[in-house]
């Protein structure tokens, strides 16, 4: 079955950097655009940034574009956010994601 599996959180205080990964595994990762997600404490889930089947389009929410990169890594089954610049708003659980399917997050806390 699709098992995607979210890694890399941690706290960071501002200014700070962070790469979040996500290892996917029960399908043919090579063919499935990805993205990343994230939720707020008390806000509704929202895309971060979302990239290609072959990794050549990429897309960001305005909130995060010239700070988060996301890639990905077909040998591997890995999709990849680096984030730089981090500030408190960023704090979130982030997701995976690739149709429908999510994985359990991991946390981002930036502070002080």
């Known amino acids: 079955q699709v098992q995607l599996v979210e890694s890399g959180g941690d706290w960071v205080q501002p200014g700070g950097s962070l790469r979040l990964s996500c290892a996917a595994s029960?399908?043919?990762?090579?063919?499935?655009?990805m993205s990343w997600h994230r939720q707020a404490p008390g806000k509704e889930r929202e895309l971060v940034a979302s990239?290609?089947?072959?990794?050549?389009?990429?897309n960001y929410a305005d909130f995060v574009k010239g700070r988060f990169t996301i890639s990905r890594d077909n040998f591997v089954n890995t999709v990849y956010l680096q984030m730089n610049s981090l500030n408190a708003e960023d704090t979130a659980v982030y997701y995976c994601?690739?149709?429908?399917?999510w994985g359990k997050g991991t946390l981002v806390t930036v502070s002080s």
């Open positions: 990239i290609s089947r072959l990794g050549t389009r990429t």
């Open positions: 994601n690739t149709a429908g399917y």
């Open positions: 029960g399908f043919t990762f090579s063919t499935s655009a």
